[in-house]
């Protein structure tokens, strides 16, 4: 970057001169690969309750240990495996790091403890079982999570295996007779009703998530806690309702309170209220809906599979908040009021809040108290954009002449694409200097982890979609009024959108070209070959076996200045600068605004956080890119 030359100003940055304890944590586990294995497998523990943390995952391994060693045993084994297996088969080291694979392993043994005793029999047939969960989660993954409606596997993979289990067992020793119970006896328990509707229901790893042990209980809660206090809101709210939902249904009996409620209502509690849907009255609202659904859902799956002595585990669970996501992502916000969270930036429902800009999460000051009040009026909190906004908007397009258009990574993250900087996203797992330029081509595991994570993020960005800012200036270019678009995006959704790459100036460069660092060829992203996961991940040019790196600018590189300068032309040849998706907070590009108001250029600012250059703004619009100009757009229509 420049800093300090010419026109572009660089704000001098500032390094953290103590590190908390989790950047502490952070570091032993870069410096020392068994602190890594102890951190994933916390993790993976952690997953169960939708908590990427290993504080939690410790509560989890502790509470497990109370009620069972047995279930220990099994969990542990089960994470350990399945993380082995889905590193083997090449699936995405930072998954595995972060307790993907490993708790659906977990999530297993918690099963296999109630129906197997601990033998050696039953650890081999176990092992064999846990390592067919990668594969079929990845299968599973490739399906739901990667595809148009992103959405997440949970413990499906887990469910599916167990019950198929069952059915073979079964059938071997029950029906075919093949072999007597007492010859598999120490692998299996005899057969029982199902769980679901047996008066001891409640003994061992059954009641897990709702044991009578206030020890066990409250562990489970603290863990829920250190991760997130909305989660731990939303645990204790809906638990405690779903007593008193299920006592409202007397033929289910009182086994029925632990198996809904510890399997089924608290999961689906603290996945929706913030984690899959962006936190807020709306997402309690549809998560008590959901949670009547979800019951129904498990009074019908217990009449359906009780002739076949069959548990349905968390299968109500996964298919009520599955059902729940696709209406979200089919609805859209616009028509849903409800904001569903893209699997690549779920975190914990705080930071998604305060990346949401929500204004309960902004500083309490004099100025933000001021306006509490308004603010308050929204609906379920959510930023609308005034009648008076839409009004005048559409009088400076009509006035304008010529128009650019300056645009940010909130633009971005509205498509489902994680900001490459902020705390919503996978990058968040790595120091926010790890991926500069310096250190990608100094040290090889910095460029295999580099690769891991770009690999996942290009995924998105193949996915991702135009919304409505995207055709709104579609619409602009068509009228013969688009001066151009300077981006600070690398995601290509402008040109998705049909407008003329010549008119998209990409100041941070573009994911979709890859180049070489020591022969300078450029290739598309797309043509390039699968990134190995063994080994050195690190791909070479196929050309002369340097280095490649993505086309897109690193910290610590160096702006292109003809790029700059260019968009700066482009700006100063409007009369009309629409500033969308950004804070205007880190210079080289911060600058422009100031050049283009000296110019005599009138700036238009939306966004959900104030900006540090509000004050150049003709008007400033506190809304999301994709609702506003979604009614713009209706309204050029109408």
């Known amino acids: 970057m420049l800093h300090g030359q010419g026109i572009f100003p660089m704000k001098k940055t500032?390094?953290?001169?103590?590190?908390?304890?989790?950047?502490?944590?952070?570091?032993?586990?870069?410096?020392?690969?068994?602190?890594?294995?102890?951190?994933?497998?916390?993790?993976?523990?952690?997953?169960?309750?939708?908590?990427d943390h290993p504080l939690t995952g410790l509560c989890m391994v502790a509470a497990i240990a109370l009620v069972s060693p047995g279930a220990l045993l099994f969990t542990a084994l089960g994470a350990a495996l399945a993380s082995i297996c889905a590193l083997r088969i090449g699936e995405d080291r930072a998954y595995v790091r972060h307790g993907i694979f490993g708790f659906n392993g977990v999530v297993l043994g918690i099963f296999w403890s109630w129906y197997?005793?601990?033998?050696?029999?039953?650890?081999?047939?176990?092992?064999?079982?846990?390592?067919?969960?990668?594969?079929?989660?990845?299968?599973?993954?490739?399906?739901?999570?990667?595809?148009?409606?992103?959405?997440?596997?949970?413990?499906?993979?887990?469910?599916?295996?167990?019950?198929?289990?069952?059915?073979?067992?079964?059938?071997?020793?029950?029906?075919?007779?093949?072999?007597?119970?007492?010859?598999?006896?120490?692998?299996?328990?005899?057969?029982?009703?199902?769980?679901?509707?047996?008066?001891d229901a409640g003994d061992g790893i059954l009641r897990?998530?709702?044991?009578?042990?206030?020890?066990?209980?409250?562990?489970?809660?603290i863990g829920i806690l250190i991760n997130s206090r909305i989660s731990a809101l939303a645990a204790l709210l809906f638990t405690t309702a779903g007593l008193g939902l299920t006592g409202l249904l007397p033929p289910l009996g009182q086994t029925a309170v632990p198996v809904f409620i510890g399997f089924n209502l608290l999961p689906l509690a603290v996945g929706l209220t913030g984690f899959f849907l962006v936190a807020g009255?709306?997402?309690?609202?549809?998560?008590?809906?959901?949670?009547?659904?979800?019951?129904?859902?498990?009074?019908?799956?217990?009449?359906?599979?009780?002739?076949?002595?069959?548990?349905?585990?968390?299968?109500?669970?996964?298919?009520?908040?599955?059902?729940?996501l696709l209406w979200v992502r089919t609805a859209g916000p616009e028509r849903s009021g409800i904001r569903a969270v893209p699997l690549a930036m779920i975190t914990t429902p705080e930071e998604i809040w305060k990346a949401q800009g929500h204004p309960l999460t902004r500083p309490w000051t004099s100025a933000a108290a001021a306006n509490i009040g308004r603010?308050?009026?929204?609906?379920?909190?959510?930023?609308?954009?005034?009648?008076?906004?839409?009004?005048?908007?559409?009088?400076?397009?009509?006035?304008?002449?010529?128009?650019?258009?300056?645009?940010?990574?909130?633009?971005?993250?509205?498509?489902?694409?994680?900001?490459?900087?902020?705390?919503?996203?996978f990058w968040r797992a790595e120091a926010p200097d790890t991926f500069s330029l310096e250190n990608f081509l100094s040290h090889p595991d910095v460029r295999n982890r580099y690769w891991s994570l770009e690999s996942l993020f290009y995924r998105m960005i193949q996915a991702a979609r135009p919304h409505a800012l995207h055709r709104f200036v579609k619409r602009i270019e068509q009228s013969g009024r688009l001066e151009g678009v300077v981006t600070q995006n690398v995601d290509g959704l402008f040109q998705k959108a049909g407008i003329d790459p010549s008119r998209v100036i990409e100041v941070h460069g573009t994911a979709s070209r890859i180049r070489c660092l020591a022969c300078g060829a450029v290739t598309n992203r797309a043509?390039?070959?699968?990134?190995?996961?063994?080994?050195d991940r690190s791909p070479v040019c196929p050309l002369?076996?340097?280095?490649?790196?993505?086309?897109?600018?690193?910290?610590?590189?160096?702006?292109n200045e003809s790029v700059l300068h260019d968009a700066l032309s482009m700006i100063l040849a409007s009369d009309l600068l629409v500033i969308v998706g950004t804070r205007l907070a880190v210079n080289p590009v911060a600058s422009l605004p100031d050049l283009a108001h000296e110019r005599g250029v009138k700036i238009v600012i939306i966004n959900r956080e104030p900006t540090d250059k509000d004050h150049l703004a003709a008007r400033v619009i506190r809304c999301k890119a994709g609702?506003?100009?979604?009614?713009?757009?209706?309204?050029?229509?109408?």
């Not at 585990?313 to 059902?323: E, M």
């Open 281 to 324: 009255g709306r997402a309690f609202f549809v998560t008590g809906l959901a949670a009547i659904v979800c019951l129904l859902g498990w009074i019908a799956l217990c009449n359906l599979l009780r002739p076949l002595n069959l548990p349905f585990l968390t299968l109500p669970f996964n298919l009520t908040v599955l059902g729940v």
């Open 627 to 638: 609702l506003f100009f979604g009614k713009i757009l209706r309204k050029m229509v109408d």
């Open 14 to 51: 500032r390094q953290q001169s103590v590190l908390n304890t989790a950047d502490r944590w952070q570091s032993l586990c870069a410096a020392a690969r068994p602190v890594r294995w102890i951190d994933s497998f916390l993790r993976a523990y952690g997953q169960v309750l939708f908590a």
């Open 544 to 559: 002369c076996g340097g280095l490649l790196k993505p086309d897109t600018v690193f910290m610590g590189e160096m702006l």
């Open 208 to 221: 897990l998530l709702l044991n009578d042990s206030l020890p066990v209980w409250g562990l489970i809660f």
């Open 116 to 199: 197997f005793t601990v033998s050696l029999p039953s650890v081999a047939v176990f092992s064999v079982m846990a390592l067919l969960i990668p594969p079929l989660q990845a299968a599973m993954m490739k399906t739901l999570s990667y595809g148009r409606y992103n959405l997440p596997v949970m413990s499906l993979p887990a469910t599916a295996i167990l019950i198929a289990s069952l059915l073979v067992v079964y059938w071997l020793v029950y029906s075919a007779g093949l072999f007597p119970p007492e010859a598999v006896y120490p692998v299996i328990k005899a057969p029982q009703p199902a769980p679901e509707t047996v008066a």
């Open 527 to 535: 043509d390039m070959a699968p990134i190995p996961q063994d080994g």
């Open 375 to 425: 603010r308050l009026g929204d609906r379920f909190f959510t930023p609308r954009p005034t009648r008076g906004d839409i009004r005048h908007f559409l009088e400076m397009i009509d006035g304008a002449r010529r128009i650019s258009i300056l645009s940010g990574a909130g633009t971005s993250t509205e498509a489902g694409i994680p900001d490459f900087r902020g705390n919503a996203g």
